[in-house]
DNA sequence: CTGGAGTACGCCTTCAACAG
DNA sequence: CTGTTGAAGGCGTACTCCAG
C-alpha cells in the first residue's frame, strides 16, 4: 500500500501521523524457520540484512505463529534510525563475509508500522487502528523503545501539526498521514495515506547543461552551484526534474547565448551525458530533500528562474537540522 | 585507478484509460 | 465533458562489479 502526496495537513479526527522513515520498505514475512524482506520489486533482501532476519525468526518462534508485517529498514546511528546513504552501502552486497562485517559495523533495524497477516488470520480488511494494535501486541515492549533492538515498533500520533514541526527541525524528509479506519489494500497508492514533505528549496546558479539522452529535447539536466565565503564556484548537483516541455525550451534559450569553452567549477565533475558550459549568470529556484554528506542535492526538482537576484551572492542556505530522522 | 553498465531507491511530467 | 488515476518515460544519487 502506498501513499499519495498530500498539499497539506488534514485536520479534524480520524487520522493519525508518523515519519517518514528513511531507508527501504518492505514487506517482511516471518515464520520460526525463516524470515523473507521483500522490497517493492519483490527481491529479497534477508540476506543483506541477516540481524533483522534472525529477529524476524525469534519474534515467530516466540508467538508462535508466523507473521506479516509493514515496514522500513533504516539504518541505525547510536541506537536510532539514520539517514538513508547510510544503507546504501549495504544495499547490494551479497559476500556472506562482508554482510556479516556490516551487520556489525553498520547495523540497521526493521521500524514496522502494519500488520497485515497474525497466524491464520488476514488483517488486511480490518481498519488501521484495529492493526495497530495487533501490531503493538505482536511486538510488545521490545519493539517500543530498546534501542539495541532490530525490530521497532514506528511511532504514531494524533497530532500532525506537532509531527511537522518536530519533522522540520530535525531535517526529516517528512510526514505520512493515516485514516484510522482504513483498511489494506496491497499495491495500491491511495488517498487514505498521505505523504506530506518537508521540502527545502533555495537558489542555485546554473554552471552548464547536459546533452538530452532519449527522446527529450533541448537538454537533460542542468548543473547547478554557488559561490562559497572565498567566491569559488562550487558544484551541488545536476537536476533534470521539474521541467516541462515549454519550460526545457525556455531554459535552452536562456542559455545557449552563454556558452564557453571550459567548466566554470572548481571541481571536476561527471555527468551521465555529454556536458555544455555557460558563464553561471542564470539563477534559478531548486527545491529539494536534502544535502548528501557529499555536497550533493538529493532529489532536486527545477521550479523556477529568479531574474531578481544577481548570480554572486548565490550561496548554500543553512539547514535546520538538530537530529537525525 | 577510471569509466561504463547495471541496480536500487524516488521524483516529476505526460498521456491514456476510466469514472462520475 | 471533466477530473482522477495509473503506467511509462526521463531525470537524479549512490553503490557494486568488471574490464582495461
Redesign the pocket.
Known amino acids: 500500500m502506498y501513499a ?2 498530500g498539499a497539506t495537513l488534514p485536520t479534524g479526527p480520524g487520522w493519525t501521523f508518523e515519519p517518514k522513515y528513511d ?4 514487506i517482511a514475512v516471518a515464520t520460526a524457520g525463516e524470515a523473507r524482506l521483500f ?3 519483490g ?1 529479497d ?1 534477508s540476506r543483506q540484512f541477516p540481524e533483522i532476519a534472525a529477529a524476524l525468526r525469534a519474534l515467530a518462534a516466540r508467538a508462535g505463529r508466523s507473521l506479516v508485517l509493514d515496514g522500513e529498514v533504516v539504518a541505525l546511528d547510536a541506537g536510532e534510525p539514520a539517514r ?2 547510510a544503507l ?8 556472506p563475509r ?1 554482510v556479516a562485517l556490516h551487520a556489525t559495523q553498520a547495523p540497521s533495524a526493521l521500524v514496522a508500522f502494519d500488520l497485515l497477516l497474525d497466524g491464520d488470520e488476514p488483517l488486511i480488511a480490518r481498519p488501521w487502528r484495529e492493526r495497530r494494535t495487533r501490531l503493538e501486541r505482536v511486538l510488545g515492549r521490545r519493539g517500543r523503545g530498546g534501542k539495541g533492538g532490530r525490530l521497532r515498533l514506528g511511532h504514531t500520533e494524533a497530532d500532525g501539526a506537532a509531527l511537522l514541526a518536530r519533522a522540520r527541525d530535525a531535517g526529516w ?2 510526514i505520512l498521514a493515516k485514516r484510522t479506519d482504513a483498511t489494506y489494500a496491497p ?5 487514505h495515506w498521505l ?1 506530506l ?1 518537508v ?1 527545502q528549496r533555495q537558489e542555485f546558479v546554473v554552471g552548464g547543461y ?1 546533452e ?5 529535447k533541448h ?3 542542468l548543473l547547478l552551484g554557488y559561490y562559497d565565503r572565498d567566491g569559488r564556484f562550487v558544484y551541488a ?11 526545457l525550451a525556455d531554459m535552452a534559450r536562456r542559455l545557449r547565448p552563454l556558452a564557453r569553452a571550459t567548466s566554470p567549477f572548481t571541481e571536476a565533475i ?4 555529454p556536458a555544455h558550459w555557460v558563464r553561471p549568470e542564470v539563477v534559478v529556484e531548486v ?1 529539494f ?1 536534502e544535502w ?10 527545477f521550479v523556477g528562474v529568479r531574474d531578481d537576484k544577481p548570480a554572486r551572492d548565490v550561496r548554500r542556505e543553512p539547514v535546520a537540522r538538530s537530529g537525525a530522522a
Do not use: W, Y
Open positions: 499519495s502526496t531507508g527501504i520498505r518492505v522490497t517493492r520489486n527481491n533482501k538513508f546513504q546504501q552501502s549495504r544495499m547490494h552486497v551479497e559476500d562482508a524528509e517528512g499495491g495500491v497508492r491511495t488517498r505523504k514533505k521540502e547536459t538530452p539522452r532519449e527522446s527529450r537538454l537533460g539536466a548537483g545536476h537536476t533534470g526534474g521539474g521541467f516541462t516541455h515549454a519550460g561527471k555527468t551521465n551525458a527545491k530533500s548528501t554528506a557529499d555536497g550533493r542535492l538529493r532529489q532536486p526538482i
